[in-house]
């Protein structure tokens, strides 16, 4: 399963007692990869298994192949993450499900963050586009509008008006290009 979404590493993890431990390490990154982003339903056998957003589900045998270690291995450093209450792990005769602890504090709340200032710019640049917009019309129509006589000043606002880029513009642009062009005084000759 090749997926797009990433995890976040957080710099004190510098400072963590894992971070000197190559093993602890690798099977911690491992937990942040493997745990879901979302609530989802997986199936383990035959038996539906309710994951939510940080968990997984977890098999010593698995693991060893995974991350090339032995199962012992495996075993005792998923114990010292436990220990450290970094993860918390809910076990029965088949398998385990391991829950990140704070999971939400460290990866979600990033996301929200992110589509709060990914909605934000988005509006900034929406405005610059309409800004932009508008005055590429209002330059384009107004020197159109200074080489043509007075008659034709309405023809060539109505064309402005017809263009695709007008419509994008916002009813109050609209309407301020609109009285805009046709204030322009210029004495026809």
């Known amino acids: 399963m090749e997926d ?6 957080f710099r004190k993890l510098l400072n963590s007692p894992i971070f000197e431990n190559e093993k602890a390490l690798k099977i911690w990154i491992w ?14 056998g035959q038996t539906e298994v309710n994951l939510e ?13 995974e991350l090339q270690m032995t199962e012992s291995t495996i075993y005792k450093y998923i114990k010292l993450l436990e220990k450290l209450q970094m993860i918390s792990v809910n076990s029965n005769n088949k398998f385990s499900v ?12 990033e996301l929200k963050d992110n589509n709060k200032k990914t909605t934000k710019e988005q509006r900034s640049n929406t405005n610059k586009n309409v800004k932009n917009i508008y005055l590429f019309l209002f330059n384009k ?4 509008i200074e080489k043509e006589n007075a008659n034709r000043k309405i023809g060539i606002i109505t ?5 695709e880029e007008y ?9 301020k290009l609109f009285y805009d062009l046709m204030s322009i005084d ?3 000759k």
């Open 4 to 9: 797009k979404s990433y995890i976040k590493l």
């Open 141 to 144: 129509y107004k020197e159109q």
């Open 53 to 65: 957003k940080g968990q997984f589900v977890f098999g010593r045998k698995k693991a060893a192949e």
């Open 186 to 188: 210029k004495k026809f």
């Open 31 to 44: 937990c942040l990869l493997k745990a879901t982003h979302k609530e989802r339903i997986q199936l383990v």
């Open 159 to 163: 064309e402005c008006q017809n263009s």
């Open 167 to 175: 419509s994008n513009l916002t009813q109050e642009e609209q309407d």
């Open 98 to 109: 391991v829950s990140i602890e704070k999971w939400e504090d460290y990866q979600v709340e």
